[in-house]
């Protein structure tokens, strides 16, 4: 993976700053039904006007941003090792995530298999992390016990 489309070092930080609020403000509006009053929003469409609440919104996409900037990051040291992870890391959670979809596709209907999509959304970064992390643990332990 080339090192260029990646995120300097200290993004990583601010990955997790932005993902572990926003994380469980969507929690908490999903499962408690909690909203920002600041930020309902009024706006008109074909058939008329429509009030809608953007907390589920805006959790998703700091969700999202925060997961991008932990996983894309580089490393303090990247080299050829930590980006041939990278890239195996990052490979292993596409396969993981659609086969993960394929078993929700054929063992969930109706509408919680909505809810298997809306998690479906954020799988891929999650496993990849994971992944990522785990391997270069095992990698690191190896070249330790060298």
Do not use: C
């Amino acid at each position: 993976m080339n090192a260029k489309w990646l995120f300097p070092h200290r993004f990583r930080l601010i990955g997790w700053i932005i993902f572990v609020p926003l994380l469980l403000l969507g929690l908490a509006n999903r499962y408690a039904d909690f909203r920002i009053r600041q930020l309902n929003v009024s706006s008109w469409l074909l058939f008329g006007e429509i009030g809608n609440n953007l907390t589920d919104e805006f959790a998703g996409v700091g969700v999202i941003v925060g997961l991008l900037l932990i996983a894309f990051s580089k490393e303090k040291v990247e080299d050829e090792m930590i980006s041939r992870i990278r890239l195996e890391a990052l490979q292993w959670s596409v396969y993981a995530n659609y086969l993960l979809l394929a078993i929700a596709m054929l063992t969930v209907y109706n509408g919680a298999f909505l809810e298997v999509m809306v998690y479906n959304m954020f799988t891929v970064l999650l496993v990849f992390i994971g992944r990522f992390r785990w391997l270069l643990y095992r990698h690191t332990n190896a070249m330790l016990t060298l």
